[in-house]
């Protein structure tokens, strides 16, 4: 004879409707981590975007490092744009002038800009002339947004470089 009022018919339902909630809130658990790993993949790939921009601009004051005397002449400048010029002299095969070399590299830098930033655009600015000489270097392109309203943000890079003789 059973002294309790709960009879073992009565605890079966219970049991089941202890599993159910606990199924709800292990999956609302496992969306919200799902999402914050998806926020903190388009963070990094941000990041990603930045360092890329600093290393090519990082590269084309090297290169202009090594080809001083067009640098100080003014050869590096380019105006703002979005997709590379047609290469002329392929410096890497064959000798050429400083001349060439200077608009080969530019080539260079476009080309690796164009195919590694969403929407890139990007100019160099001789902004002192003469020995020495100082480059301003912008790389620009678009970042997805976080907002589907959006086409996205554009984010910019800017180095400043100064070359001598």
């Known amino acids: 004879m059973h002294t ?6 009565s ?9 159910l909630v606990t199924l709800v809130i292990t999956a609302t658990a496992l969306l ?6 998806l926020y903190a993949m388009r963070m990094n790939q941000g990041g990603q975007f930045r360092t ?5 601009a990082s590269d084309i004051a090297e290169r202009m490092e090594a080809n001083k005397q067009e640098a100080v002449n003014g050869s590096y400048v380019l105006a703002n744009t979005t997709t590379p010029d047609a290469l002329s002299t392929a410096c890497s095969a064959n000798a050429c002038s ?14 690796s800009v164009a195919t590694q930033l969403p929407q890139p655009s990007w100019q160099i600015t001789q902004t002192t002339t003469g020995n020495p000489s100082t480059y301003s270097i ?3 392109w678009t970042d997805r947004s976080t907002d589907k309203a959006s086409h996205g943000e554009t984010f910019s890079y800017t180095a400043t470089r100064t070359i001598g003789i």
């Open 4 to 9: 309790s009022g709960y009879s073992k018919n």
């Open 138 to 140: 912008v790389v620009r």
């Open 32 to 37: 919200g981590t799902a999402g914050l790993q």
């Open 98 to 111: 400083s001349a060439n070399l200077a608009i080969y590299d530019l080539n260079q830098w476009g080309n």
């Open 11 to 19: 605890q079966r339902g219970f049991s089941m409707i202890e599993i």
């Open 52 to 56: 890329q921009a600093v290393f090519l």
